[in-house]
């Protein structure tokens, strides 16, 4: 229990008007709202951008699990990570000083592809690593409240 006390403490709900999922199991709260800044692919030492559309996402958590929904071409779906840890994301100042700020890192293995998410108050990353691991994608996206909320 104190998992699922310090994941729902770590995010205040910032949107109330936010309608939750009509599938979403009871007791998942809110973490916040995406809208995706980046994606990269990195393969063979090279970083390559990859074309992105505008996408939104919203993350809810019980204290266990992490599933983030996602809207594309008119369906909603998602994907659910098992949280490992909660006590904070590590994230670079611009001294080049790491600090821990309250956030929860989870991760999934769906089929063949494995999944780390990091999500904090103002951001979402997500790794994907396909069977081949020479190849990673990276997801970015900044919450959809920062721009209203200065830090």
């Known amino acids: 229990m104190a998992i699922c006390f310090s994941v729902v403490t ?4 910032m ?3 936010q ?3 009509s599938n979403l199991p009871v007791g998942f709260r809110l973490i916040g709202s995406y809208q995706l800044k980046s994606k990269m692919k990195v393969e063979n ?3 390559m951008p990859v074309l992105i559309s505008a996408l939104s996402y ?7 699990d992490v599933r ?12 659910s990570y098992q949280i490992y840890r909660s006590d ?3 994230i670079v100042k611009s001294s080049g000083e790491i600090e821990m700020v309250a956030g929860v890192q989870a991760v999934c293995k769906k089929g063949e592809m494995f999944r780390q998410l990091s999500v904090t108050r103002n951001s979402l990353t997500l790794v994907k690593m396909p069977p081949r691991s020479h ?17």
């Open 15 to 17: 949107v109330y008007a």
């Open 45 to 47: 030492g090279k970083a």
């Open 68 to 79: 983030v929904y996602c809207n594309t071409s008119g369906e909603e779906s998602f994907t």
């Open 58 to 64: 919203q993350v809810y958590s019980d204290g266990v």
């Open 19 to 21: 309608e939750a999922p």
């Open 135 to 151: 190849r990673v994608i990276i997801t970015r996206a900044i919450s959809s409240s920062t721009k209203s909320v200065n830090h």
């Open 10 to 13: 770590a995010f205040p709900v």
């Open 88 to 90: 904070g994301v590590g």
